[in-house]
């Protein structure tokens, strides 16, 4: 599935930056002419990209061919070269802007995302991504996020069963939305994990007292009142964090023993890593 996600999204840039033509290059430049090009890191981070970049140049140019010399994950500096790519001068101008705008974007993530790893050094938690993300872009910034050493919450609202506060409202409340959730995945033949969020303590003691679920999530929580609720659940349901946590209360929250903690900000916040391709 992830490739096809992948192929799909590699197939629309392309699409959408050379249309009919790159007609500056096709203007400029003779063809069959031949050239190198190196990707020069220009700030300090992590790189992501390196091989969804690989995808794009072969996608473009089957010839295409890249010699990296930094991986995926590698942390950078400002004039690091993290690979060389050399074929017809065409084909690479035609990918530079589209290998660009990826890895800027997830390097961006993956950089986002180890600093918030690092935050929570020494402690079991660990940080997920969530679904604020730019359309169409899902696969990327999950791959991304993972690269930084963060985990994926789900991919969209079919691979899980996350019962979220709108779900509990219009199904008339906590235990009425899980009991028809499993109705549900009993009557289609579906076995998918269960998450529920809850608002309240009183929420939490409902949800010990029905079961049936995989992880609690503990929306807008305070830290004493995540402190408390991580007590009541411990050992038997997975906690999980989300709503209202920064970067400075991160640390304070995962303190009080939650298995994950989902940050919103890893995909929706980021600054894209600074870097450039350019002939050698």
């Known amino acids: 599935m992830e490739n096809h996600y992948i192929d799909n999204l590699i197939a629309l840039a392309v699409a959408e930056d050379i249309g009919d033509g790159d007609h500056t290059s096709l203007a400029c430049i003779p063809s069959g002419t031949t050239g190198k090009m190196k990707l020069l890191i220009k700030e300090q981070g992590v790189l992501a990209g390196v091989e969804i970049a690989k995808r794009i140049f072969t996608t473009i140019d089957t010839s295409l061919q890249t010699d990296v010399l930094l991986c995926d994950g590698a942390v950078v500096k400002q004039?690091?070269?993290?690979?060389?790519v050399h074929g017809t001068v065409r084909s690479l101008l035609q990918a530079e802007?589209?290998?660009l705008n990826v890895m800027q974007r997830m390097s961006g993530v993956a950089t986002l995302t180890a600093r918030y790893v690092q935050q929570l050094a020494g402690l079991k938690t660990r940080i997920l991504d969530t679904r604020k993300t730019t359309p169409g872009m899902r696969i990327l910034d999950k791959l991304a996020v993972k690269i930084g050493g963060g985990e994926n919450h789900r991919m969209g609202l079919f691979d899980m069963i996350l019962?979220?506060?709108?779900?509990?409202?219009?199904a008339g409340g906590v235990e009425q939305a899980i009991h028809k959730v499993h109705a549900y995945l009993?009557?289609?033949?579906?076995t998918l994990p269960i998450e529920v969020e809850v608002r309240n303590q009183s929420d939490v003691h409902t949800v010990l007292r029905v079961g049936g679920?995989?992880?609690?999530?503990?929306?807008?929580?305070s830290v004493a009142e995540t402190r408390e609720a991580v007590q009541?659940?411990?050992?038997?349901?997975e906690t999980e964090s989300s709503g209202g946590i920064t970067f400075e209360t991160l640390r304070a929250y995962a303190e009080c023993g939650v298995d994950y903690i989902s940050a919103g900000a890893l995909t929706h916040r980021?600054?894209?890593?600074?870097?450039?391709?350019?002939a050698c």
């Open 79 to 84: 004039g690091d070269v993290a690979f060389y």
């Open 186 to 190: 009993s009557l289609t033949g579906r």
């Open 232 to 237: 009541l659940i411990a050992g038997r349901y």
């Open 270 to 278: 980021i600054q894209s890593l600074d870097m450039s391709l350019k």
């Open 97 to 99: 802007r589209i290998v």
């Open 163 to 170: 019962i979220k506060d709108n779900h509990i409202d219009f």
């Open 213 to 221: 679920v995989q992880r609690i999530m503990l929306d807008n929580f």
